[in-house]
């Protein structure tokens, strides 16, 4: 069963293959198994081109995360028309609480992205915040909408 999350609501395209639930990826153009973690980022994905109008065109998803530790892969960054990293997001299931083992695990990965807007989400609760430098930053309310 899907749950309701508390992002507005976009239809998603669903099929079932096999006996396996699978979920329309716009980014990637293909369908993949639908997790609980996979409905929190198909979702927030809808949320930030319909709601937000970021472009499909600069999200990079599962992303190896050049630096890390092998096999680490960011859920989702946006970049600019440059290819640099803008925002990068975090996506949790929505029974997985946001802790501040999720905000260290975003803050590890930045290290190698240098985006200057970072998102955790389980799709019920949603932080943003934004890099004043390298040591600080402060909490939004709300992700900003796309500036080109």
């Known amino acids: 069963m899907l749950v309701k999350l508390n992002l507005p609501m976009h239809p998603q395209r669903l099929k079932q ?3 396996k639930q699978l979920i329309f990826c716009w980014v990637r153009k293909k369908f993949l198994i639908l997790t609980p973690e996979e409905w929190v980022r198909q979702n927030l994905i ?3 081109q319909y709601e937000l109008s970021y472009p499909l ?3 990079k998803i599962e992303r190896q995360v ?3 530790a092998r096999n680490k ?5 946006i970049c600019n028309t440059q290819g640099e990293a803008q925002v990068l997001i975090e996506c ?3 029974n997985e609480k946001l802790n501040k083992e999720t905000f260290f695990q975003v803050g590890r990965y930045n290290r190698y992205i240098n985006a200057p807007l970072l998102v955790i989400s389980n799709g019920l609760e949603h932080f943003c915040c934004e890099l004043t430098d390298k040591n600080d930053f402060r909490f939004l309310e709300a992700i900003p909408a796309y500036i080109k």
């Not at 892969?73 to 960054?77: C, E, H, P, Q, S």
């Open 66 to 68: 050049k630096g890390g």
């Open 46 to 48: 809808s949320s930030l």
């Open 73 to 77: 892969r960011a859920d989702l960054i």
């Open 17 to 19: 293959d096999n006996g």
């Open 92 to 94: 949790k299931a929505p």
């Open 57 to 59: 065109s600069l999200m």
